[in-house]
């Protein structure tokens, strides 16, 4: 096999058809377990809301397009499981506690919807949705919506007003999420070129 693969053949491949090992595979969902987590850290607080902003979505549709809908989905719950029993693996925070008690507070309906997310990014994906740059976005975006209606739905029952919820868990974030899914997109092709490549 030539070791110059296009950016169009890779388009017409996608990780979740690849004949990966089982080894390979947990590895691939290690690594994607190891990047959310690293990808919590890097967040700073956003004015008028308790919800801050992280690059986590970022990582969590990129994995679920890039892995499959199964191993996508695993991967978002292993990370959410690892900060249930203690691990530093959420979005650092002054005021909120860790481990369980996280998925209680203005964030964790974001968090609980990480793998369903995750799986129907990954589900769009191997039904095609990532051959083309504008169906990836769209499959993203969808996967982003998600996240959004799980956290905005939490933060409904603790504010107990649709209008701030929203105000304070989706407005301020339109524009940067808007942008991770863009990155995301773009960044998909290599995803595949690293966990494996077409025969």
Same mark, same amino acid.
């Given at each position: 096999? /030539?070791? %110059?693969? !296009?950016? &169009? @053949?890779?388009? %017409?491949? @996608?990780?979740?058809? !690849?004949? *990966?090992?089982?080894?390979?595979?947990?590895?691939?969902?290690?690594?994607?377990?190891?990047?959310?987590?690293?990808?919590?850290?890097?967040? =700073?607080?956003?004015?008028?809301?308790?919800?801050?902003?992280? *690059?986590?979505? =970022?990582?969590?549709?990129?994995?679920?397009?890039?892995?499959? /809908?199964? +191993?996508?989905?695993?991967t978002a719950a292993l990370y959410l499981l690892a900060g249930v029993a203690g691990a530093p693996v959420f979005a650092p925070s002054a005021t909120l506690p860790g481990g369980v008690l996280r998925l209680f507070g203005p964030t964790g309906g974001y968090l609980m919807a990480y793998p369903l997310a995750a799986f129907a990014t990954g589900w769009?994906?191997?039904?095609?949705?990532?051959?083309?740059?504008?169906? @990836?976005? &769209?499959?993203?975006?969808?996967?982003?919506?998600?996240? =959004?209606?799980?956290?905005? /739905?939490? *933060?409904?029952?603790?504010?107990? /007003?649709?209008?701030?919820?929203?105000?304070?868990?989706? +407005?301020?974030?339109?524009?940067?999420?808007?942008?991770?899914?863009?990155?995301?997109?773009?960044? *998909?092709?290599?995803?595949?070129?690293?966990?494996?490549?077409?025969?």
């Amino acid at each position: 096999m /030539s070791a %110059n693969i !296009s950016t &169009g @053949s890779l388009l %017409n491949y @996608s990780i979740a058809d !690849s004949p *990966l090992r089982p080894p390979i595979r947990v590895a691939a969902v290690g690594a994607a377990v190891v990047l959310t987590a690293v990808s919590a850290q890097f967040t =700073f607080p956003m004015p008028f809301t308790g919800v801050p902003f992280v *690059l986590t979505p =970022f990582v969590v549709l990129l994995s679920g397009a890039a892995l499959g /809908s199964r +191993l996508g989905a695993i991967t978002a719950a292993l990370y959410l499981l690892a900060g249930v029993a203690g691990a530093p693996v959420f979005a650092p925070s002054a005021t909120l506690p860790g481990g369980v008690l996280r998925l209680f507070g203005p964030t964790g309906g974001y968090l609980m919807a990480y793998p369903l997310a995750a799986f129907a990014t990954g589900w769009l994906a191997e039904r095609g949705w990532d051959r083309r740059y504008i169906t @990836s976005v &769209g499959a993203m975006f969808i996967g982003l919506m998600i996240i =959004f209606l799980g956290g905005v /739905s939490w *933060l409904t029952t603790i504010r107990h /007003s649709v209008p701030m919820a929203i105000a304070e868990g989706f +407005l301020p974030f339109i524009p940067y999420d808007i942008a991770k899914v863009l990155v995301a997109a773009m960044i *998909l092709p290599r995803a595949w070129q690293v966990l494996g490549r077409p025969r």
